[in-house]
Nanobody
Framework: VQLQASGGGLVQAGDSLRLSCAAS????????MAWFRQAPGKEREFVAA????????YVADSVKGRFTIYRDNAKKTVHLEVNRLKPEDTAVYYC???????????????????WGQGTQVTVSS
């Protein structure tokens, strides 16, 4: 499976973006997907995960209420809606997948073994 992230950009505080991650294979339906982000000089941080099948999702407390993850299995895509952006949301956002079907979600980056190339989100104040 290959992942292609898109949708980042330069925005102002308070704006919204929709990040997208397209998968290359139909096995996407059975894979738990997640978004992480990494700001300069900081460790990679868990943002959100969508369980395989799309029945449940999880969002980090730091962005809860502003970020939403959802998946479209028919289009093999997972999205991250990011609202009311703040300068501290500036980071490279990565989508990731657990390659073993039916695995549960985890907030640990090491639990994901397929990664997209990242998309830059820059929020100006």
């Amino acid at each position: 499976v290959q992942l292609q992230a898109s949708g980042g950009g330069l925005v102002q505080a308070g704006d919204s973006l929709r990040l997208s991650c397209a998968a290359s294979e139909h096995s996407f339906t059975y894979l738990t997907m997640a978004w992480f982000r990494q700001a300069p000089g900081k460790e990679r941080e868990f943002v959100a995960a969508a369980h395989w099948g799309g029945l449940s999702s999880y969002v980090a407390d730091s962005v809860k209420g502003r970020f939403t993850i959802y998946r479209d299995n028919a289009k093999k895509t997972v999205h991250l809606e990011v609202n009311r952006l703040k300068p501290e949301d500036t980071a490279v956002y990565y989508c990731a997948a657990r390659s073993r079907p039916f695995d549960r979600w985890t907030a640990l980056a090491g639990g994901y073994d397929i990664w997209g190339q990242g998309t830059q989100v820059t929020v100006s104040s």
